[in-house]
């Protein structure tokens, strides 16, 4: 099919690889600010309305399906579970919590002796979380009890609860654990032409009535009326070099025809794997081990978060198909205490509904081995009666958790990403205490735990920010210390995992990278 374009023969302003959560961020800012943008879109252009279902396995389809190669002890479910691919990217099918994070998230160096610091603190995040918080109209308490940020909400907090989040909030009481209605991306009241939430729990496959934010109906709408144009459909398969040392655009490829989009900027907003792996597969003379890898950290220290499931039963129907998936949460057990605790950092903890195929996986993976079977059935004939939690796990940073290149190719031809992952023995002990509590407060409701998941979520870091060249890939703005005009913006600039779901993180960090480049334009030093 012939690939309508713009600026075909045109160098822009800007080129971002990725229309997911930050690629969305970046698009609006710097088209708004009246700069020439081009987006590419690996995955397609979807309308909610006629191409999302209520389905589990229809909407997987949403998710990134390309076979990537895991290893390493832990190695990681990769899939609908991580990243996605369409316009939209991972804010498509994901869940909505929309959570800050913590001062201390950012320096987990000087409090703790673990990870690594940013280069940027939270009093310089603050703003630009204010102003996404604003532009997604996040619904949550009057009175949030972490961290700095203590609402309120933009919007006020949803209700009604669903009944497993009633439960959570319950059996937290009773254990003297505060609790709260979560900040959700999610409407509690009409909004920019969106209705609100109707509570018909299919957030991970896709909202079709639009109450879920997502940058595919929030920020790309508002970038394409801006001047932006976004190509769907179009992988990018290396970032191009001049022979002066920088960027000069971007190579890719639309229904097996090669492009090149000339841009004066490039823009990785790929995530937490395929912008390592990008990187690492434009390599050239001057770059021979990737671009911006002279520190040898594109691809390393990447962080999931630590995401166990514990499922009790109970004697009374939960339901935990009914409802956004979370909408109540605890940071009780997020603020660091090594001493006492005899691990590092902390953790959110969700209660997590699930619709019945997720709730299979979770059984089918319990860490006693394998239920299947007559027990897997008999479980799913009570799928009515459990209720869930599900942590949120901060995994501290390791050099050796990375991606890299595997020998076998792509449709492409490009060198498949492999992506190594092991815990740690800190993030072995966080897990055991989560698990603990999880189940405290399923048994305080009277639920008697019948099965824990071993899973993982939100994939981080990669190419991590850093004020020293050697030991990270880009700075604190996300430009490169190799290329000057090279940028890399998306969850894989992270360098904590922090105990915070990520999206508002990265989304705050996109607005703050397009002010940097709107303020350099201005300047006339792009
Ligand atoms: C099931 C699920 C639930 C989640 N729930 C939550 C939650 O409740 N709260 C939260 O904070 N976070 C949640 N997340 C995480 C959230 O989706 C990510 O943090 C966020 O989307 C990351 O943003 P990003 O911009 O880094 O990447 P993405 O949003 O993943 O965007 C990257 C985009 O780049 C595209 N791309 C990749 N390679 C190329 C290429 N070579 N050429 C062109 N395009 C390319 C991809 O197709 C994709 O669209 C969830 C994720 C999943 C999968
Ligand atoms: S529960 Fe609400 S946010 Fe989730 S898919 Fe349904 S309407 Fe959308």
Not at 476 to 502: E, K
Request: proline fraction near 6%.
């Amino acid at each position: 099919m012939t690939l309508h374009r713009k600026y075909a023969q045109d160098e822009v302003d800007v080129c971002i690889v990725g229309a997911g959560a930050a690629g969305g961020v970046l698009a609006k800012e710097l088209s708004e600010a009246g700069m020439k943008v081009v987006v590419l879109e690996a995955g397609p252009m979807l309308d909610p309305q006629h191409d999302f279902a209520s389905d589990e396995l229809t909407m997987r389809k949403l998710g990134w399906q390309d076979t990537r190669i895991v290893d390493g002890l832990d190695p990681l479910t990769m899939g609908h579970n991580n990243s996605g691919r369409s316009v939209g990217g991972g804010t498509v099918h994901f869940t909505g919590v929309f959570l800050r994070f913590h001062a201390d998230d950012f320096r987990t160096f000087s409090t703790d002796g673990v990870g690594e610091d940013w280069p940027i603190t939270y009093e310089e995040l603050a703003p630009y979380y204010d102003k996404i918080e604003k532009e997604v109209a996040v619904s949550g308490p009057k009175h949030f009890p972490w961290g700095e940020y203590h609402g309120p909400y933009p919007y006020p907090e949803r209700e009604p609860l669903s009944p497993n989040a009633y439960l959570f909030r319950k059996g937290c009481e009773k254990l003297g654990i505060r609790s709260t209605v979560a900040p959700l991306a999610i409407l509690s009241a009409p909004f920019e032409g969106r209705p609100p939430c109707i509570n018909r729990g299919f957030c991970n496959q896709g909202c079709m009535p639009n109450s879920k934010f997502s940058t595919l109906i929030v920020h790309i709408p508002k970038a394409v009326a801006a001047g932006a144009e976004v190509l769907p459909d179009c992988m990018a398969t290396q970032v191009l070099m001049a022979p002066d040392g920088k960027v000069s655009g971007v190579a890719f490829t639309h229904d097996g025809q090669s492009h090149v989009q000339k841009a004066r900027v490039v823009i990785l907003s790929a995530y937490a794997v395929e912008t390592p792996r990008l990187l690492l597969n434009s390599a050239n003379a001057r770059f021979p081990d990737g671009l911006a890898n002279s520190s040898g950290w594109v691809g390393r220290a990447i962080m999931p978060h630590s995401s166990y499931d514990v499922m009790a039963k109970f004697d009374k129907e939960i339901r935990i198909y009914k409802g956004t998936p979370v909408l109540a949460t605890t940071q009780e057990f997020y603020a660091s205490n090594p001493k006492e605790r005899g691990f590092a950092r902390g953790y959110s903890l969700h209660a997590h509904g699930a619709r019945p195929l997720e709730t299979v996986k979770g059984i089918i993976g319990d860490e006693r081995g394998t239920v299947w079977g007559k027990q897997l059935r008999e479980a799913m004939l009570d799928y009515n009666y459990y209720g869930r939690i599900t942590m949120v796990g901060e995994v501290l940073p390791h050099p050796d958790n990375r991606v890299t290149l595997a020998e076998e190719k792509d449709e492409y031809g490009l060198p498949r990403a492999k992506v190594t992952f092991s815990y740690g023995e800190n993030d072995r002990k966080l897990i055991k205490e989560a698990v603990e509590n999880m189940s405290a407060i399923l048994e305080a409701e009277e639920g008697k735990v019948a099965f824990v998941h071993p899973d993982t979520a939100h994939l981080m870091g990669g190419c991590r920010m850093g004020d020293q060249p050697d030991r990270s890939v880009v700075n604190a703005y996300g430009q490169s210390h190799d290329i000057p005009n090279l940028y890399v913006c998306d969850a894989s600039i992270f360098v904590t995992s922090s105990g915070s779901n990520p999206t508002h993180t990265v989304m705050a960090l996109a607005a703050r990278t397009a002010a940097h480049i709107i303020d350099k334009a201005k300047r006339q030093e792009l």
